[in-house]
Each structure stands twice: as C-alpha cells, then as structure tokens.
C-alpha cells in the first residue's frame, strides 16, 4: 500500500472514531438521567456534540479529499 492510500485509510478510520463518539454522545443526550444532573452537564455534553460536529465534517472533507488523490493517482498509473 502506498502512502495516499494509507492516508485514505487513516482519514476513514478518524470518521469512524468520530462518528462513534458522536452517536454515543447523541445517545447521552437522549437520556432523560443527564437532565437530572446539573445544567453544567448538559451544556459540557452540548458542547462536545458540537465538537465532534466540526470535526466529523473536516474529518469527512479529508477523507473525500484522500479519495479523491488516491483515484486520481490510480487513474494516472492505469495504462490508457
């Protein structure tokens, strides 16, 4: 395997890590116990949603963008 493709893989791996922790902390919020704790809680967890937000989508773009490189590449060593 070559580097783009190792870096394509990376990127894929870092979506799944973060759309995992994403779907947990959604799960977290869905639950009526958190909103027994204090307010503070509830916006920390708020707070890493969003995080993990704007991370899954620069996550996303690189990986797209690792994609991308990868089959262009492939498309310039394919015989014509």
Do not use: C, I, M, N
Request: aromatic residues 2%.
């Amino acid at each position: 395997r070559g580097p783009l493709s190792e870096a394509a893989s990376r990127a894929e791996k870092r979506v799944e890590k973060l759309s995992e922790e994403r779907r947990r902390a959604h799960t977290e919020l869905a639950d009526p116990a958190l909103y027994q704790k204090s307010g503070e809680a509830v916006v920390a967890v708020q707070k890493r949603v969003a995080e993990l937000d704007r991370a899954l989508g620069e996550a996303e773009a690189a990986w797209l963008a690792a994609q991308e490189a990868l089959e262009q590449a492939k498309g310039e060593t394919e015989p014509a």
